[in-house]
């Protein structure tokens, strides 16, 4: 079993849809990272966040350290939010590498 | 601001042969990381560098190696290519202002493709 789980792999939907992106881990953590990749493999970091609720823009990433889960939502959403979203912890201990979930491809219709 | 560079931005070898790749990083960052992305395998961590030394390594060979210069730019050596190299290699940068023992944000070049022949 992965140490870290998103659901959903794949989600297609329309212009304006309000999208949620599940994130599960096992291990303990520092940190939890919500990145995005695009197309030809530029990845860029959403979000960092140990405890709470992040807020940037359309974006909103929420974690419960208790239940090991955190979820990504995006409002109004709009064609150019099409891309891979990635889970990824920092894992107890130190700033080490990231260990990373699957990722979800994602897609807008407009 | 400068991002995170890399070079070279693809890259194609034969069997055997060895790689060099390069990244710099965000200025003022001392801890440079770099990911192997193969297809179908999503994102592994390979090798963590702080402050010229090299901190933690992933689940990969010895074949797999680096270094951090005193600039804290940093290379990844791959001796003995194998056809399962074939991946995009990306380096992230971050400033540690807690220190080793506190993770922060990390920023992501856009990768080196290689491909092995």
């Known amino acids: 079993k992965n140490e870290v789980e998103q659901s959903p792999q794949n989600l297609t939907a329309q212009e304006g849809e309000f999208i949620t992106i599940n994130c599960s881990y096992s291990?303990?953590?520092?940190?939890l990272h919500w990145l995005q990749q695009h197309p030809g493999g530029g990845i860029v970091s959403l979000f960092m966040?140990?405890?709470g609720k992040k807020k940037h823009g359309r974006l909103i990433a929420t974690i419960n350290i208790q239940e090991k889960h955190s979820s990504l939502h995006i409002t109004a959403s709009h064609p150019r939010d099409s891309a891979v979203y990635i889970c990824?912890?920092?894992?107890?201990?130190?700033?080490?590498?990231?260990?990373f979930g699957k990722g979800t491809h994602l897609i807008i219709q407009p | 601001e400068a991002g995170v560079t890399q070079s070279p931005t693809h890259l194609i070898k034969t069997r055997g042969q060895q790689v060099t790749l390069r990244c710099s990083p965000i200025?003022?960052?001392?801890?440079v990381y770099w990911y192997q992305q193969a297809l179908g395998l999503g994102l592994q961590f390979l090798l963590w560098?702080?402050?010229?030394?090299?901190?933690n390594r992933g689940n990969f060979p010895p074949r797999f190696s680096g270094r951090q210069f005193p600039n804290y730019s940093s290379e990844l050596n791959v001796n003995a290519l194998e056809l399962e190299d074939s991946a995009l290699y990306l380096c992230?940068?971050?400033?540690?202002?807690?220190?080793?023992?506190?993770?922060?944000?990390?920023?992501f070049g856009p990768g080196t493709r290689l491909t092995v022949l």
């Open positions: 992230a940068s971050s400033f540690l202002a807690g220190g080793i023992d506190y993770t922060d944000t990390q920023y």
């Open positions: 291990v303990g953590i520092s940190a």
């Open positions: 966040l140990s405890s």
């Open positions: 990824a912890v920092s894992r107890l201990g130190g700033a080490d590498g990231l260990t």
């Open positions: 200025s003022g960052h001392t801890s």
């Open positions: 560098y702080d402050e010229g030394e090299e901190r």
